[in-house]
């Protein structure tokens, strides 16, 4: 995601991302813990609070690890906000018909809670990237298009708030918390239905202030250069930096970790025009997220990438 001085957009796009543990215990069809804390200081989750267009919205996204290449995914939109984020409860009151309607409009709804387990990391780093994509502002904010493509893939493969609730209870300068609970349902036609209740839901986010990953344009700069996705994502030890350059120049390839502290330089030389791949190791790393930043002194590009061991 594309961080842009208030100054520029303030008018019009403006939007705080936290980052911090969401967890809570699942029963009913299906059994298990979510927590998004790999550790004591890194966590798969976070939270956006973006206005735009005399429109506001505060989501929640936070991933479980369950085993080799399997998450847990919970999304949360609440679309009824304001900015910047302040205490209050929102109530999911759904009925099955509102279900249904979802197939052919995923964000039909003002609040809506997906929970999908079982979730390969294909999909699961395509969330994470919609929290740290600085590639397009667009893209980032194109939450829609995400929604519905998960909708039409993995429709049979997640459940949807049906009723309960989710409060943001304190707020900060330095966190925001909260706390929710929910019914959800698989919105497909089956006798019984196929539900699962999530209790002692909480969340505890702290602001992101990634000055080294953040951009800052006075002027219109072509795009020449473009950091694409990394693979294996999320990885051990080794993953793949891939990244073009349309325009001979010199680019800076650097991993920083959550607290944008430069961890290691992979290449800072001048590039003919081409596809580059750097491979990037994390042997002597500890698992978490990592940031990969590319600078060409005119933007920064910077992708998120996970190491687990």
């Not at 939270?47 to 267009?53: E, V």
């Amino acid at each position: 995601m594309k961080f842009i001085t208030p100054i520029l957009f303030g008018m019009i796009f403006s939007q705080t991302l936290y980052q911090g543990p969401t967890s809570f215990s699942y029963s009913g069809a299906e059994n298990g813990i979510f927590s998004s804390a790999l550790d004591d200081t890194t966590n798969l989750g976070g939270a956006l609070n973006i206005t735009m267009n005399d429109s506001s919205s505060f989501m929640i996204m936070g991933i479980s690890p369950q085993g080799e290449n399997n998450f847990d995914l919970f999304v949360t939109i609440l679309k009824d906000s304001i900015f910047p984020i302040q205490p209050r409860t929102w109530n999911w009151d759904l009925s099955v018909l509102d279900l249904l309607a979802l197939v052919d409009n995923p964000l039909s709804l003002p609040n809506l809670a997906i929970f999908i387990p079982g979730l390969d990391s294909t999909f699961a780093n395509q969330w994470l990237s919609f929290f740290t994509d600085t590639t397009n502002v667009n893209d980032s904010l194109a939450f829609d298009s995400l929604a519905t493509s998960f909708f039409e893939n993995l429709i049979d493969d997640m459940y949807i708030g049906l009723a309960g609730q989710i409060s943001v209870e304190q707020i900060t300068n330095q966190n925001i918390s909260g706390t929710f609970n929910c019914t959800m349902l698989k919105p497909i036609l089956s006798f019984p239905l196929i539900t699962i209740d999530i209790d002692s839901g909480e969340f505890y986010y702290e602001p992101i202030e990634l000055e080294n990953l953040s951009i800052t344009e006075d002027v219109k700069v072509p795009n020449t250069v473009t950091l694409h996705p990394a693979y294996p994502n999320p990885f051990n030890p080794i993953s793949n930096i891939n990244y073009s350059v349309d325009v001979g120049q010199i680019i800076n390839v650097s991993i920083f970790d959550l607290n944008g502290r430069l961890i290691h330089t992979l290449v800072n030389d001048y590039h003919s025009p081409g596809n580059y791949i750097r491979n990037f190791s994390g042997h002597n790393l500890s698992s978490g997220i990592y940031f990969i930043s590319l600078n060409n002194n005119y933007t920064i590009q910077t992708k998120k990438i996970i190491l687990t061991k």
